[in-house]
């Protein structure tokens, strides 16, 4: 069984510049998680979607994140502009639905902001 | 504010020892636990999930769990130099939201 699928696996950008992220999660998982993991920390949730919908969003930053999951599957997170601040791994995850259930991480994307 | 923690290390153990994990929780209604194991430049790796009180073996891994306690714990036994990595506590709260720890840096030395 393939897993949790992202790309770019790394991106170098100068501050002020946008930059997207993308997650392909594992076939029949239906909820997809966006996390960002600093240097030394654990990984910190960004948004949760169920399917389509964006279930939990609350430490998103709205101002500069967005994302999106048209169909269900696929998932982009967006950076716009981006800030040095940023700099961090963007990790994608999957489970099963309802959100209860043993999530499974993508490699990251390691996104550095100059 | 909810919140996961555990000793960052390192911890070191030679190779063949039993290398002992910890992790406290804030949050009482929490009921699923959860043991990542992360390499250096990689993601974090599922290992253990535990959900209810006691003791969970797989393999050489043995998660254990006390609620009352607000205590999860990573038992590694015969640990390998291929285990060296830093381990990540995950605690899913009531809200299904997943919390981490910082990570313990955990080194075995052959």
């Known amino acids: 069984e393939a897993g949790v699928v992202q790309s770019p696996r790394y991106k170098i950008i100068e501050k002020k510049q946008p930059v997207a992220f993308w997650c392909n999660p594992i076939s029949g998982h239906n909820t997809l998680y966006w996390y960002r993991q600093n240097l030394g920390q654990g990984p910190e949730l960004l948004i949760r979607?169920?399917?389509?919908?964006?279930?939990?969003d609350s430490q998103l930053p709205k101002d500069r994140f967005s994302a999106e999951r048209l169909k269900g599957v696929d998932s982009t997170l967006k950076i716009q502009p981006a800030e040095l601040g940023d700099s961090a791994v963007y990790l994608c995850?999957?489970?099963?639905?309802?959100?209860?259930?043993?999530?499974?991480f993508g490699p990251g994307t390691r996104l550095t902001v100059l | 504010q909810k919140e996961v923690e555990q000793n960052s290390g390192p911890l070191s153990v030679p190779e063949g020892a039993i290398a002992s994990l910890n992790c406290t929780y804030s949050?009482?209604?929490?009921?699923?636990f959860f043991w990542y194991r992360q390499y250096s430049g990689k993601s974090p790796e599922l290992i253990m999930s535990i959900y209810s009180n006691g003791d969970k073996e797989d393999g050489r891994f043995t998660a254990q769990l006390n609620k009352a306690s607000q205590y999860v714990s990573l038992l590694i036994r015969d640990s390998q130099p291929s285990d060296s990595a830093t381990y990540l506590c995950?605690?899913?709260?009531?809200?299904?939201?997943?919390?981490f720890g910082k990570g313990t840096l955990l080194t075995v030395n052959p």
């Open positions: 979607y169920e399917n389509e919908e964006a279930v939990d």
């Open positions: 995950a605690v899913r709260g009531s809200n299904y939201k997943l919390t």
């Open positions: 995850a999957s489970s099963l639905a309802g959100g209860t259930n043993e999530q499974f």
């Open positions: 949050d009482r209604v929490s009921q699923s």
